[in-house]
């Protein structure tokens, strides 16, 4: 009898581990298909959040593995998609949504130190608000005959900041022309309180990320630089 029952557990047992082996199967599948899916509502939302199509966040990301965007971690994905568009068109179609991203972002921006400063006067009438920390010194990328970028480099000279000026496009002449508008003195150029560049090495692209110009940036340190707004 004792025979019989070892023979008929030996028998089962097969059945039984096959079956538990193949449940696990099932589970394992089970749960990469969750996963996947999981990721695939993830970066739907993510691709929705930017206004971008499937087709554009797939290249986005293929973008994110080449070493052509080494430097370009903290870019957006429309700064990534428009920096390398494959033709005129879409570069001005993600430019246009870029251009629309910042301005709702600079508003809100714009929105809030209005109402801090409402809150600060009305918490606190007889103390001063602290105005953010300004850098030492700054890159400010111009045009040629640009009002704006001479105001802009007013501005930042107002308020004791050196500047680097690289102009974009434009010969010696033009830089020569547009630093005369601006009102550059000999004295500042020779003591670098500002210096009066070409953009040969295309700064404005990888370290402004392309953003409109009148734009500034200022290192942060160990060779990171981000874009800086008018004091």
């Keep these: 009898m004792k025979v019989f029952i070892l023979w008929a557990m030996c028998t089962l047992l097969p059945i039984f581990w096959v079956g538990a082996t193949e449940l696990e199967r099932n589970q394992a599948s089970q749960t990469n298909i969750e996963r996947n899916q999981s990721r695939s509502l993830s970066v739907s939302k993510d691709a929705q959040y930017w206004q971008l199509s ?22 957006s994905p429309l700064e990534v998609l428009a920096q390398f568009a494959r033709s005129d068109t879409e570069r001005a179609r993600l430019a246009e949504r870029l251009v629309a ?15 801090y400063r409402a809150a600060w006067a009305r918490l606190y009438p007889n103390l001063k608000p ?8 700054v890159a400010l990328f111009v045009r040629a005959k640009c009002d704006t970028c001479v105001d802009a480099l007013k501005q930042w000279r107002s308020h004791g900041v050196a500047v680097d000026v690289y102009m974009l496009g434009g010969d010696d002449k033009a830089l020569q022309a547009w630093a005369s ?29 392309g953003k409109p110009v009148p734009v500034a940036i200022s290192e942060q340190g160990e060779g990171q630089w981000s874009v800086v707004a008018l004091p």
């Design 54 to 75: 499937q087709a554009d966040w797939t290249r986005y990301e293929q973008l994110m593995q080449s070493p052509l965007t080494y430097d370009m971690q903290e870019a």
């Design 101 to 115: 991203f910042d301005k709702e972002r600079t508003e809100g921006l714009l929105a809030l130190e209005v109402a």
């Design 130 to 137: 602290i105005g953010p920390r300004l850098p030492e010194r």
């Design 181 to 209: 508008v601006a009102g550059v003195r000999h004295g500042d150029v020779e003591k670098q309180w500002i210096t009066l560049n070409h953009d040969t090495r295309a700064l404005w692209m990888t370290l402004a990320k």
